[in-house]
């Protein structure tokens, strides 16, 4: 597709929408110097004084509209509706999330509700942004759930993150940068990793301790924290015990994503170190699905972790699971949802499959639902978790999502897992250790945010620590200029 851009500078939104429509092509984007560039599909949209218009020529089909600017009017916005008339015309398909390209609809709705009220907020979704009825209510559920928690978190909050990039095999659909351990050179790496990781640890708590933050939760994610041996858990949990105050602590997660990494020994670990929330993820109840994704589990795997789980007394237990999985159906899928309900995990996030050209899935050209059917799979999961008392509670968007679609986390109530709303909302600060993890340091009394990256894989993570224990002074630099 050709994309052509004459006397505005609005390409990153326009690309995005007509990418929600035609996720599979190529968009070139031209600018005023070729305006005599075409192709069979060509997107040309324009702006001068006066006015704002879109013209459309897709597959033989042809579409256009013209607006006035307006002073002081939002020229942005009104292209961009212009250009979904247009494609909404053209495809005759109309998507639920309207123009709401960005990740965080929720962030957006409170901010709205801030500026123009709730009822006002709700219309501006409906008629600007032009989303449908279903994912507004949503929204607006969304934000009253999230404004909750973030009106826990304080000027010197802050939460900690543990990356744990490995996991037992990789998933035909994962784009994380996780090492496989099934692989012996990935393996091998494994222990190196865990002490320099003990050693981010300690030099992060004494960062914390002396500029005096209060920490409100922590995270372990990856990849699959699970994989790591109990005696190796422990490790880093005593590790945490001794270089960080937890008196303040509100929520203690460790991801058991793969139920095979599970077992009693490595949970009793977990509770001996008061962790109370973990996450067993099934994504799936068909083994047939499971085998076809590579999850190199059973289904009787995930339910027999998630119930030993449950008799070891854990406070809170995710499951997730995932919309749009190659060979899944939609009958499958609501089995799936029915299954996780029936088991009653204090929270169910449902993903939608995100289509990452680094995945093994992408990659062989795997085919999956489209977008109608993902979003009727998870049309079934709001209307069967809502029934079933659940929540939502978080939620946020992906790029290149099947049918556009969202992550949605629903909770029994008072069940919520703060970290997902406090590091998705970006409420404070959030110090993360290991390879691939983001520091951000959020401004104290504002909305700033500096991010600190540390070295993706773990190789570099280990032969470069040292230039990471540099960056990391950037904390207190940070702290001490606010
Ligand atoms: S368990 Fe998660 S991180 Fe690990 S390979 Fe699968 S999708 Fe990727």
Redesign the pocket.
Known sequence: MILKIIGHAFHYEMENLCRIFYPNDKIEKVYEQAETACDERTVETFMNETQVSVLCRIDGASACRKAQREQGGDDELLMAQLLFACLVEITGYRPSWGIVTGVRPSKLMIKLENEYGKQGARDYFSNQLLVNDEKTNLTCSVAEAESKIISLSKPESYSLYVSI???????S????V?H?ISNANAKRLVPQYLEKLLEELEITGAIASELGLKLESIYFG???PSVLEASQLDALLTQIENHFDLSHLREYTVEC??PDTVTVQKLRTLKNHNVGRISI?P?TFSQQVLDVI??NHSVEQAVSAYKLARSLGFESINMDLIAGLESDTYEGFCESVDTAVTLAPDNITIHSLALKRSSQMVADGAQVADGNEAAKMLAYAQQRLTGAKYEPYYMYRQSKCVGNLENVGWAKQGKECLYNVFMMEECHTVLAVGAGAVTRLKQPEGDYIERIFNFKYPYEYISRFDELVQRKSRINSFYSSY
């Open positions: 990039p490995f996991c037992p095999s990789r998933c659909y994962c784009s994380f996780s496989s990856g990849g699959t994503g793969r993820n994504q590579g999850r």
